[in-house]
DNA sequence: CCAACCGGTTGTAGATTGCAACCGGAATTG
DNA sequence: CAATTCCGGTTGCAATCTACAACCGGTTGG
């Protein structure tokens, strides 16, 4: 039997990622690049506490979205990994993204990334998927010339403008 | 100034959203056609407690995704009704819809609905939206032979089924 | 040997949630 | 007219969750 109050995939939805948290996260390991716990710690924009980041990493992993695995450069190290589900969510957060941007009081430089993925539409959610699978699932390296490394180099061209305004 | 943590639309959408009812309220408008808070109570399958009602109905109303109306049929009504910001949602639900029915354990009569809005796509979307655009916003009568009309067809059918199984 | 880094845990205070009982005014019923 | 039902909530309380800071034992590089 199901643990939630509905079968309804909506109110199943919020259950498991209805709080505060869980999408941040998601948002980090998917845009950010973050895969271990101290990188996600530290270069959280939003500064996550390291209790809260731990119980929403092991309530991912129970549920599916996100995988562990040692990382043979630091015995300690632990490797956080999208599965196919959170790879899955790419459209979901594509459009929460553009709906945040058009309607949240947003930062430029911090919404560019929601909103060239937006534009992009189902053809670049696609190809960013794809990129997502090859290195999350399959362990290649973080290709330099997918839509991760586009949507980075327009976020940090945005920052950068930002620093240093006029 | 804002007053979230980040200017990021994922996190803003989060502080807004990410609890465990803002999302099953909004639904509940939009594909449930309920408007009143007794009627919102009442026919909710997840059982919501009547102040986390009244408090995330207030909370919505404040931040600009629902509307607070005077019923005429009865001086102490209130006719909740969604704004363009709450309709936009729209596409956000039926991608949440779609990944939720595809991961997460639903019962089949509750996701009918969140699947026949995803296999309609964009579309669909649109209509849904230009419908609910009629409603909520001009005040027209809920048409017979709308989108909404057709996905709640689809769901009485399915939950008559389940009922009678076999 | 030592400092920095690894993924967390612990303690505590405050906020949020869930549950049940209850409220005064308005409409309906007999 | 009186009693009942319906209206959108509020109140009190216990349990859970969140936020913040301090801390932990093991690992690694210099």
């Keep these: 039997m199901p643990e939630g109050k509905s079968g309804c995939p909506i109110n199943l939805t919020a259950e498991l990622l ?3 948290w869980s999408l941040v996260v998601l948002r980090d390991v998917m845009f950010g690049g973050h895969r271990h716990f101290r990188e996600l710690l530290t270069h959280s924009v939003e500064g996550i506490a390291s209790n809260i980041l731990a119980s929403r990493l092991s309530k991912l992993v129970e549920a599916g979205l996100l995988s562990r695995h040692d990382d043979p450069s630091h015995r300690q190290k632990i490797d956080y990994r999208l599965t196919e589900a959170a790879i899955e969510l ?3 957060m594509a459009q929460l993204g ?3 941007s058009r309607w ?3 930062t430029p430089e911090l919404s560019i990334r929601a909103e060239l993925l937006a534009a ?3 053809k670049m959610w696609q190809r960013f998927m794809d990129e997502l699978r090859a290195v999350h699932l399959k362990g290649r390296p973080q290709p330099a010339d997918g839509v991760l490394a586009e949507l980075t180099l327009a976020y940090e061209r945005a920052a950068a403008a930002a620093d ?3």
Excluded: E, H
């Design 90 to 92: 790419v459209p979901v």
């Design 18 to 20: 209805g709080d505060r």
């Design 164 to 166: 240093r305004p006029r």
């Design 120 to 122: 992009g539409g189902p």
């Design 104 to 106: 949240l009081p947003t």
């Design 98 to 100: 553009a709906w945040g």
